[in-house]
């Protein structure tokens, strides 16, 4: 399972990598908005597995081992009539969600100001092209900048 998250990692890094470096704003948008997807999945597959490895039973001592089956963990909310002293092993850390969640909600802002600033660029410019952009016509040439002044 880590394993397949980790290359679900790698290859939406490399997506976006790849269509931030494009020659478009739009596709510079997307690389952005899959980066900041490909960063939620790594806290994911850095948080550890959901699902609680196989224990060791040992009856009075005795050689024999027994396995239990695997189990999922449980969710990081206690009601009223558990007992407070869980041990940590049968509980999801829920700081990854936390922090997962923000970055949802942060991304969700970055998204909308990048889709902001294409629609405003493309209205005023007609173009969404990086060479476009650079060579507009009401723009002074880098070696134009300030001579007179």
Do not use: W
């Amino acid at each position: 399972m880590t394993f397949v998250l980790a290359i679900c990692v790698a290859v939406t890094f490399g997506v976006s990598i790849y269509l931030m470096l494009g020659r478009e704003l739009k596709g510079i948008a997307m690389g952005v908005f899959l980066m900041s997807h490909a960063a939620n999945l790594s806290i994911i597959a850095m948080s550890g597995s959901p699902i609680q490895p196989k224990q060791q039973v040992q009856h009075d001592g005795a050689v024999a081992a027994e396995l239990l089956p695997a189990a999922v963990k449980k969710p990081p909310v206690l009601e009223s009539h558990e007992p407070l002293a869980q041990p940590l092993a049968q509980i999801v850390d829920p700081l990854p969600q936390a922090l997962i969640l923000t970055a949802i909600v942060i991304g969700f802002g970055v998204m909308a100001f990048l889709l902001t600033l294409i629609v405003v660029t493309s209205r005023t410019t007609q173009t969404i092209e990086i060479e476009d952009l650079a060579n507009e016509p009401g723009k002074p040439a880098p070696d134009q900048g300030n001579a007179e002044g």
